[in-house]
């Protein structure tokens, strides 16, 4: 719970600071020295920080620095788009030149499904991906040209969408994709049931083995007491 905190800790910070100073190069500074200390915490507490935290940090000391340094907002405003573009790439790159489906990769062994439903599932987020940083181009750079906002206006609302909106968006297009696939390939959910039933069955089977050990004990003791008599 505490790790989930400190992870959206420097998003929160960052829209708390444009919001009460409208200033988006101090919300810059706000969310780097956030991101940096969330960084710290969690190798101190946990001692071992994961891939995408520490490549989401990077991103941030990336495009927030120069933002700083040149006094540029428009700088921070690629972040999502190029973060994105990333990800469809890593995905792309994955799937299509290595042969290897990078979700299949993460969760192949808790959820064992048929490589055709990854090939999907890894093609669809790389669309998906696509597109999110396709829209927070519009979103941060060409909201007050297409329907004729201020720019004071539509840096508020890039602001908002970067906090908030992309991640509602990425939520709601993961249960969007599972529900579709599993109305299309029942298999899906018959894989993640069967996988929970695995797991309920193991304590029944503990409890089986260590009865039929119980019960053998028992019956070589009866077997000695009886020669002993």
């Known amino acids: 719970m505490l790790a989930k ?18 200033d988006l190069i101090l919300a810059t500074g706000v969310i780097i020295g956030c ?14 920080l994961s891939r995408l935290q520490i490549f989401l940090t990077a991103a941030v000391l990336l495009f927030g620095v120069p933002t700083i340094l040149l006094n540029d907002p428009l700088i921070i405003k690629w972040k999502v788009t190029v973060v994105n573009l990333i990800f469809a790439a890593t995905i792309f790159v994955f799937q299509h030149v290595i042969h290897r489906n990078p979700f299949s990769y993460l969760f192949g062994k808790e959820v064992p499904l048929p490589e055709h439903i990854w090939l999907k599932l890894g093609t669809s987020f790389m669309c998906y991906f696509v597109f999110a940083a396709g829209l927070n181009v519009i979103i941060a750079f060409y909201l007050p040209t297409l329907f004729g906002i201020d720019p004071k206006s539509a840096e508020s609302l890039w602001v908002d969408y970067k906090t908030f909106g992309n991640a509602i968006l990425n939520f709601l297009f993961s249960i969007a994709v599972i529900f579709i696939l599993m109305r299309r390939y029942p298999e899906v959910l018959t894989a993640f049931t069967k996988d929970d039933d695995a797991s309920k069955a193991q304590p029944a089977d503990a409890v089986a083995e260590s009865s039929a050990v119980a019960q053998s004990n028992a019956d070589s003791k009866a077997d000695l007491d009886s020669k002993a008599k």
């Open 35 to 48: 991101c940096l200390i969330s960084f710290i915490l969690q190798y101190v507490l946990y001692h071992k």
């Open 5 to 22: 905190i400190l992870d959206f800790t420097p998003a929160l910070a960052f829209f708390i600071t444009y919001r009460l100073s409208s």
